[in-house]
């Protein structure tokens, strides 16, 4: 737990320095980054071949900075994906476990740097709905650790993630819906406090979903945590777990609000 609020003490003003006092290329740079090592994560913990993992940065590179540096995806590039990838395990090995070798890279691209561009989307709303995102996120994380701990019984999901309750992932609603509140108080969002709220609230439940699928591959892979970047915390992939999730959501919400133009 010292560790924890350490490496939590430290990353968390520079994170918010580097959020508010940059420009929006910086934040895009920042993502990219954070999608590789995820990448990265993912396939290491899966043990996927070498040549994979090599096509994996690639086609993070090609799903990734055309966003950054036009606002939008590249076109077809997922079935360009979809195409190399195949190609690429036909000549690599023969025809056992294709699919397996196949879906891992895959379902990696599509599940990291493709709910990363949703974060690139949520920048231009204004740098404010990444602190947002991330503060409703990871303080309702935080509730959901200690309510859970304290009065957690009830089991969520006991198969995906043993030690995860259904009061703890109250505590996660309850978290998301008080930093909604305080984001609401201090920043001008754009919308009204009881719609912060009502934002924070369901950013701490999608962060639930978020977690519950990474804990799920991780038990498919039989790792603990992603990797141990953070001390305390886990790797990239154990950081971005909720806001993978809880980004797309947000920005489908705030296209719903008429607050940014669509992507």
Do not use: N
Not at 59 to 67: E, G, K, N, R
Not at 78 to 103: E, V
């Amino acid at each position: 737990m010292l560790k924890r609020l350490a490496t939590a003490a430290v990353l968390v003003p520079v994170f918010y320095l580097y959020i508010t006092k940059l420009s929006a290329p910086w934040f895009d740079g920042l993502v990219l980054a954070m999608g590789l090592l995820a990448l990265w994560e993912f396939l290491t913990f899966y043990r996927a071949p070498r040549e994979m993992k090599a096509a994996g940065m690639f086609f993070c590179l090609l799903i990734m900075a055309p966003v950054a540096v036009t606002g939008r995806p590249l076109p077809d590039v997922f079935a360009l994906l979809l195409m190399s990838i195949a190609a690429l395990r036909l000549f690599a090995r023969g025809p056992k476990t294709a699919l397996p070798d196949i879906s891992v890279p895959v379902v990696a691209l599509l599940y990291i740097p493709g709910l990363l561009l949703y974060q690139m989307f949520l920048r231009s709303a204004g740098a404010m709905w990444i602190i947002f995102l991330y503060g409703t996120v990871w303080i309702g994380d935080s509730f959901a650790l200690y309510v859970g701990r304290s009065i957690g019984k009830r089991k969520l999901y006991e198969e995906v993630s043993p030690k995860k309750t259904v009061e703890g992932a109250a505590g996660s609603v309850i978290g998301g819906a008080l930093a909604g509140l305080a984001a609401g108080s201090v920043f001008r969002l754009g919308v009204s406090l009881r719609t912060a709220v009502l934002l924070g609230a369901l950013m701490g439940a999608t962060a639930i979903i978020g977690d519950l699928v990474e804990s799920m591959f991780k038990r498919d892979a039989a790792v603990k945590d992603s990797s141990s970047l953070f001390p305390g915390h886990g790797g990239m992939l154990d950081k971005l777990d909720g806001p993978l999730i809880s980004a797309p959501i947000l920005y489908w919400c705030l296209q719903a609000l008429g607050l940014r133009p669509p992507v």
